[in-house]
Protein backbone atom coordinates (compact mmCIF):
# COMPACT_ATOMS: atom_id res chain seq x y z
CA UNK A 1 0.00 0.00 0.00
CA UNK A 2 1.21 3.70 -0.58
CA UNK A 3 1.04 5.60 2.90
CA UNK A 4 -0.81 8.36 2.35
CA UNK A 5 -2.75 11.26 4.47
CA UNK A 6 -5.17 13.94 3.79
CA UNK A 7 -4.14 17.50 4.83
CA UNK A 8 -7.29 18.20 6.28
CA UNK A 9 -5.74 15.76 9.29
CA UNK A 10 -3.32 18.10 10.30
CA UNK A 11 -3.55 21.79 11.62
CA UNK A 12 -1.09 24.79 10.86
CA UNK A 13 0.08 26.02 7.60
CA UNK A 14 0.38 24.11 4.53
CA UNK A 15 4.33 24.36 4.40
CA UNK A 16 4.22 22.90 7.89
CA UNK A 17 1.98 20.21 7.50
CA UNK A 18 3.67 18.84 4.30
CA UNK A 19 7.28 19.08 6.32
CA UNK A 20 5.58 17.18 9.03
CA UNK A 21 3.76 15.05 6.84
CA UNK A 22 7.21 13.83 4.59
CA UNK A 23 9.37 13.43 7.94
CA UNK A 24 6.57 10.90 9.28
CA UNK A 25 7.49 8.95 6.58
CA UNK A 26 4.03 9.18 4.93
CA UNK A 27 5.03 9.04 0.27
CA UNK A 28 1.82 10.80 -0.29
CA UNK A 29 -1.15 13.77 0.23
CA UNK A 30 -4.52 13.88 -0.47
CA UNK A 31 -4.95 18.09 -0.62
CA UNK A 32 -8.06 19.42 0.84
CA UNK A 33 -9.25 22.41 -1.54
CA UNK A 34 -9.53 24.16 1.36
CA UNK A 35 -5.79 24.13 2.35
CA UNK A 36 -4.75 25.67 -1.17
CA UNK A 37 -7.33 28.30 -0.75
CA UNK A 38 -5.05 29.38 1.93
CA UNK A 39 -2.00 28.94 0.43
CA UNK A 40 0.07 31.76 -0.33
CA UNK A 41 1.38 31.15 -3.84
CA UNK A 42 0.43 29.56 -7.38
CA UNK A 43 -0.74 25.90 -8.02
CA UNK A 44 2.14 25.33 -10.12
CA UNK A 45 4.47 26.83 -6.37
CA UNK A 46 2.57 24.58 -4.50
CA UNK A 47 3.19 21.38 -6.71
CA UNK A 48 7.42 22.33 -6.58
CA UNK A 49 6.45 22.79 -2.52
CA UNK A 50 4.93 18.78 -2.45
CA UNK A 51 7.88 17.40 -4.22
CA UNK A 52 10.85 19.31 -2.67
CA UNK A 53 9.51 17.32 0.39
CA UNK A 54 9.80 14.03 -1.64
CA UNK A 55 5.95 13.66 -1.60
CA UNK A 56 3.36 12.77 -4.30
CA UNK A 57 -0.69 14.60 -4.47
CA UNK A 58 -2.53 11.37 -4.41
CA UNK A 59 -5.83 13.57 -4.95
CA UNK A 60 -7.40 16.48 -4.71
CA UNK A 61 -10.39 16.99 -2.95
CA UNK A 62 -13.52 17.34 -2.47
CA UNK A 63 -15.49 18.07 -5.89
CA UNK A 64 -18.78 18.59 -4.56
CA UNK A 65 -22.65 18.72 -5.76
CA UNK A 66 -21.72 17.05 -9.39
CA UNK A 67 -23.94 14.25 -10.52
CA UNK A 68 -27.58 14.20 -11.22
CA UNK A 69 -28.02 18.35 -10.99
CA UNK A 70 -31.23 19.55 -13.06
CA UNK A 71 -30.77 20.09 -16.83
CA UNK A 72 -30.95 23.96 -17.16
CA UNK A 73 -27.62 24.13 -14.72
CA UNK A 74 -25.70 21.50 -16.19
CA UNK A 75 -23.16 24.23 -18.48
CA UNK A 76 -22.43 25.81 -14.90
CA UNK A 77 -22.04 22.69 -13.18
CA UNK A 78 -20.02 21.13 -15.51
CA UNK A 79 -17.70 24.40 -15.42
CA UNK A 80 -16.96 24.41 -12.58
CA UNK A 81 -16.02 20.56 -12.33
CA UNK A 82 -13.69 21.39 -15.13
CA UNK A 83 -12.35 23.88 -13.55
CA UNK A 84 -11.65 22.20 -10.87
CA UNK A 85 -10.01 19.50 -12.70
CA UNK A 86 -7.64 21.57 -14.45
CA UNK A 87 -6.67 23.29 -10.78
CA UNK A 88 -5.75 19.20 -10.29
CA UNK A 89 -3.73 18.79 -13.25
CA UNK A 90 -1.68 21.80 -12.83
CA UNK A 91 -0.99 20.77 -8.68
CA UNK A 92 0.40 17.82 -10.22
CA UNK A 93 -2.50 15.43 -8.99
CA UNK A 94 -3.55 12.10 -10.73
CA UNK A 95 -6.97 12.09 -8.84
CA UNK A 96 -9.88 14.13 -8.41
CA UNK A 97 -12.20 12.81 -5.33
CA UNK A 98 -15.75 13.36 -5.81
CA UNK A 99 -18.82 13.20 -3.39
CA UNK A 100 -21.84 12.29 -3.92
CA UNK A 101 -24.25 14.76 -4.28
CA UNK A 102 -26.05 16.56 -1.08
CA UNK A 103 -28.40 19.19 -2.82
CA UNK A 104 -31.59 18.86 -2.69
CA UNK A 105 -31.88 20.13 -6.57
CA UNK A 106 -30.13 16.76 -7.23
CA UNK A 107 -31.66 13.93 -8.81
CA UNK A 108 -32.18 10.34 -8.19
CA UNK A 109 -32.11 9.19 -11.93
CA UNK A 110 -29.34 6.80 -12.03
CA UNK A 111 -29.25 6.94 -15.91
CA UNK A 112 -28.47 10.67 -15.08
CA UNK A 113 -26.12 10.44 -12.50
CA UNK A 114 -24.20 7.24 -14.32
CA UNK A 115 -24.07 9.57 -17.88
CA UNK A 116 -22.61 12.81 -15.64
CA UNK A 117 -20.04 10.83 -14.05
CA UNK A 118 -18.82 9.35 -16.96
CA UNK A 119 -18.96 12.52 -19.09
CA UNK A 120 -16.63 13.93 -16.50
CA UNK A 121 -14.46 10.63 -16.08
CA UNK A 122 -13.93 10.88 -20.27
CA UNK A 123 -12.80 14.76 -19.46
CA UNK A 124 -10.46 13.87 -16.55
CA UNK A 125 -9.24 11.10 -18.82
CA UNK A 126 -7.94 13.61 -21.02
CA UNK A 127 -5.94 15.13 -18.58
CA UNK A 128 -4.51 12.03 -17.07
CA UNK A 129 -6.50 12.33 -14.03
CA UNK A 130 -8.89 9.28 -12.59
CA UNK A 131 -11.95 10.19 -10.82
CA UNK A 132 -12.76 8.87 -7.42
CA UNK A 133 -16.70 8.82 -6.40
CA UNK A 134 -17.04 8.43 -2.65
CA UNK A 135 -20.28 8.06 -1.31
CA UNK A 136 -21.09 10.35 1.81
CA UNK A 137 -23.35 8.67 4.72
CA UNK A 138 -25.50 11.66 3.79
CA UNK A 139 -25.68 11.82 0.37
CA UNK A 140 -28.92 12.41 -1.13
CA UNK A 141 -29.51 9.56 -3.11
CA UNK A 142 -25.95 7.35 -2.73
CA UNK A 143 -24.71 7.31 0.22
CA UNK A 144 -23.85 3.70 0.37
CA UNK A 145 -20.90 1.95 -0.98
CA UNK A 146 -22.89 -0.95 -2.39
CA UNK A 147 -24.62 1.44 -4.45
CA UNK A 148 -21.95 3.77 -6.06
CA UNK A 149 -20.03 0.60 -6.70
CA UNK A 150 -23.18 -0.44 -8.90
CA UNK A 151 -23.17 3.14 -10.40
CA UNK A 152 -19.71 3.04 -11.13
CA UNK A 153 -20.08 -0.43 -12.70
CA UNK A 154 -22.65 0.74 -14.98
CA UNK A 155 -20.94 3.67 -16.40
CA UNK A 156 -18.27 1.32 -16.98
CA UNK A 157 -15.26 3.76 -17.72
CA UNK A 158 -11.84 2.63 -16.46
CA UNK A 159 -11.06 6.08 -15.65
CA UNK A 160 -14.04 5.98 -12.76
CA UNK A 161 -13.46 4.36 -9.57
CA UNK A 162 -14.35 4.04 -5.76
CA UNK A 163 -13.38 5.45 -2.84
CA UNK A 164 -14.15 3.26 0.18
CA UNK A 165 -14.16 5.52 3.47
CA UNK A 166 -13.98 3.55 6.82
CA UNK A 167 -15.82 6.70 8.31
CA UNK A 168 -19.02 6.78 5.92
CA UNK A 169 -19.33 2.75 6.02
CA UNK A 170 -18.74 1.95 9.44
CA UNK A 171 -20.80 4.49 10.92
CA UNK A 172 -23.96 3.37 8.79
CA UNK A 173 -23.30 -0.19 10.41
CA UNK A 174 -23.19 -1.68 6.04
CA UNK A 175 -22.32 -4.98 5.56
CA UNK A 176 -18.64 -4.57 4.79
CA UNK A 177 -18.10 -8.40 3.60
CA UNK A 178 -20.07 -7.11 0.63
CA UNK A 179 -16.13 -5.18 0.01
CA UNK A 180 -14.44 -8.84 -0.92
CA UNK A 181 -16.86 -8.82 -4.29
CA UNK A 182 -15.88 -5.16 -5.61
CA UNK A 183 -13.09 -6.11 -8.19
CA UNK A 184 -9.88 -4.54 -6.90
CA UNK A 185 -9.30 -2.27 -9.97
CA UNK A 186 -12.22 -0.50 -9.36
CA UNK A 187 -11.27 0.49 -5.66
CA UNK A 188 -8.82 3.85 -6.35
CA UNK A 189 -8.89 4.97 -2.82
CA UNK A 190 -9.46 3.75 0.58
CA UNK A 191 -9.32 6.57 3.65
CA UNK A 192 -9.10 5.73 7.04
CA UNK A 193 -10.81 7.23 10.06
CA UNK A 194 -12.03 5.96 13.48
CA UNK A 195 -14.83 7.51 15.78
CA UNK A 196 -16.68 6.85 19.11
CA UNK A 197 -20.30 5.99 18.22
CA UNK A 198 -22.44 9.20 18.60
CA UNK A 199 -25.82 9.92 18.41
CA UNK A 200 -25.52 12.24 15.71
CA UNK A 201 -26.25 13.35 12.23
CA UNK A 202 -23.79 11.71 10.36
CA UNK A 203 -22.32 15.14 8.66
CA UNK A 204 -22.14 16.50 12.63
CA UNK A 205 -20.23 13.38 13.64
CA UNK A 206 -18.43 12.82 10.78
CA UNK A 207 -16.71 16.77 10.83
CA UNK A 208 -15.96 16.93 14.83
CA UNK A 209 -15.43 13.40 15.85
CA UNK A 210 -12.84 11.40 13.71
CA UNK A 211 -10.29 10.49 15.47
CA UNK A 212 -7.06 8.08 14.83
CA UNK A 213 -7.47 4.50 14.47
CA UNK A 214 -7.49 2.67 17.42
CA UNK A 215 -9.24 5.35 19.57
CA UNK A 216 -12.56 4.91 18.70
CA UNK A 217 -15.56 2.53 18.55
CA UNK A 218 -15.24 1.37 14.93
CA UNK A 219 -14.16 -2.27 13.58
CA UNK A 220 -11.22 -1.02 11.47
CA UNK A 221 -8.96 -4.29 11.53
CA UNK A 222 -11.98 -5.95 9.93
CA UNK A 223 -12.49 -3.48 7.42
CA UNK A 224 -8.84 -3.78 7.00
CA UNK A 225 -8.92 -7.37 6.49
CA UNK A 226 -11.44 -7.11 3.90
CA UNK A 227 -10.80 -4.10 1.85
CA UNK A 228 -7.00 -6.40 2.03
CA UNK A 229 -8.65 -9.58 0.92
CA UNK A 230 -9.84 -7.40 -2.90
CA UNK A 231 -6.10 -7.54 -3.86
CA UNK A 232 -6.36 -3.40 -3.07
CA UNK A 233 -2.63 -2.49 -2.74
CA UNK A 234 -2.99 1.72 -3.98
CA UNK A 235 -3.41 4.88 -1.54
CA UNK A 236 -4.70 3.95 2.02
CA UNK A 237 -5.22 7.33 3.60
CA UNK A 238 -5.72 8.83 7.24
CA UNK A 239 -8.61 11.13 7.14
CA UNK A 240 -9.82 12.70 9.83
CA UNK A 241 -11.72 15.84 10.62
CA UNK A 242 -11.35 16.95 14.19
CA UNK A 243 -9.90 20.19 15.55
CA UNK A 244 -8.41 18.58 18.52
CA UNK A 245 -6.02 17.08 16.43
CA UNK A 246 -5.60 20.12 14.13
CA UNK A 247 -4.69 21.73 17.68
CA UNK A 248 -2.19 19.33 18.47
CA UNK A 249 1.49 19.48 17.42
CA UNK A 250 1.17 18.43 13.19
CA UNK A 251 4.29 16.38 13.59
CA UNK A 252 3.08 14.98 16.68
CA UNK A 253 0.08 14.12 14.84
CA UNK A 254 1.66 13.00 11.93
CA UNK A 255 4.09 10.99 13.29
CA UNK A 256 1.23 8.95 15.28
CA UNK A 257 -0.98 8.78 12.32
CA UNK A 258 1.38 7.33 9.97
CA UNK A 259 2.48 4.16 12.97
CA UNK A 260 -0.81 4.01 13.88
CA UNK A 261 -2.50 3.40 9.85
CA UNK A 262 0.84 1.09 9.55
CA UNK A 263 0.13 -1.44 11.77
CA UNK A 264 -3.63 -1.27 10.67
CA UNK A 265 -2.49 -1.88 7.13
CA UNK A 266 0.11 -4.74 8.38
CA UNK A 267 -2.95 -6.88 10.27
CA UNK A 268 -2.65 -10.45 9.49
CA UNK A 269 -5.63 -11.88 7.86
Known amino acids: MIPTIATVTLGGDLKKKLKSIANAGFHSIELFDSDFDTFDGSSKELNNLIRGFGLNLASYFPLRDFEGMPKETKDNVFDKAKYYL????????KMVMICSNTSQESSPDENQITSDLNELAD????????????????GKHVNYFNHAIRL???????????????FHILSQKNDISQIKQI?????????????????????????????LPGYGDFNLKQFVRVVKSTGFEKHFSLECFN???????????????????????????
Open 183 to 211: PKDKIFLVQISDAPFRDLDYLSWSRSHRI
Open 123 to 138: IAQKLDIKLAYEPLAW
Open 243 to 269: KDLQNRDAIEVAEEGFALNRDLWEINH
Open 86 to 93: DTAKELGS
Open 152 to 166: IQDADNDNLGLVLDS
